[in-house]
């Protein structure tokens, strides 16, 4: 049985940093590509970003892109997401997720389908 445990989020202020990281139980976990998500009050689970196997190919959704970094360490078969310049609007459960095991170094995915495995969650809320 697979297991995702998140942490790291908390209450910041506008323009606030956090990072949130995810511990993951398999050890399959360096051939599992890796994405984050999050989910707003009232609001759908929606993409944030995602990563390959190795984690040298990442890849971010617009709202993302310059404030989240996504990295990971496959040997303490952890994943992380730098949270930074932090908005109201990013108020939200983070999730991460990984999807099956892969052969490709460098595929990813998108998509909340594609993913099999998720954490419980970790909130972030961001306060003007």
């Known amino acids: 049985q697979v297991q995702l445990v998140e942490s790291g989020g908390g209450l910041v202020q506008t323009g606030g940093s956090l990072r949130l990281s995810c511990s993951a139980s398999?050890?399959?976990?360096?051939?599992?590509?890796v994405g984050w998500f999050r989910q707003a009050p009232g609001k759908e689970r929606e993409y944030v970003a995602a990563?390959?196997?190795?984690?040298?190919?990442?890849y971010y959704t617009d709202f993302a892109k310059g404030r989240f970094i996504a990295s990971r360490d496959n040997v303490k078969r952890m994943a992380y997401l730098q949270l930074s310049n932090l908005k109201p609007e990013d108020t939200a459960v983070y999730y991460c997720?990984?999807?099956?095991?892969?052969?490709?170094?460098?595929?990813?995915?998108?998509?909340?389908?594609?993913?099999?495995?998720w954490g419980q969650g970790t909130q972030v809320t961001v306060s003007s």
């Open positions: 997720a990984l999807a099956e095991v892969i052969g490709s170094d460098t595929h990813f995915y998108t998509e909340a389908h594609d993913y099999v495995y």
């Open positions: 398999t050890h399959t976990f360096p051939y599992n590509p």
């Open positions: 990563m390959s196997r190795s984690g040298a190919t990442t």
